[in-house]
């Protein structure tokens, strides 16, 4: 897994590319990508694989706010309509 910034991206099955910005984040983070199925939760997982909070992206959300998460290394796990996932870390400060 890549730890993203905002200037790097990770392709996502080699065809679409996932971008999060900004990384560490404050309070909000963006999610932007190019993957033609509407993207359906974002999962914040801690590093002992427990969910922390699921954010419902099928509003066509692309922001999700961490301000209430202590600092702290987590997991971001996206999902879409397709079942397609994508996995990464984020730093929240």
């Not at 914040?44 to 301000?67: A, C, E, F």
């Not at 996932?85 to 400060?93: A, D, E, G, M, S």
């Amino acid at each position: 897994m890549l730890l993203l910034t905002a200037t790097e991206e990770e392709v996502l099955q080699n065809k679409y590319t996932v971008t999060l910005y900004p990384n560490p984040v404050d309070d909000i983070l963006t999610i932007r990508h190019d993957y033609d199925a509407q993207l359906r939760y974002a999962d914040v997982y801690d590093l002992h694989g427990r969910l922390i909070k699921r954010y419902d992206m099928t509003q066509g959300k692309s922001n999700i706010h961490l301000n209430p998460l202590v600092k702290g290394l987590y997991v971001l796990r996206l999902e879409w309509e397709d079942d397609t996932t994508y996995t990464t870390k984020f730093i929240k400060l």
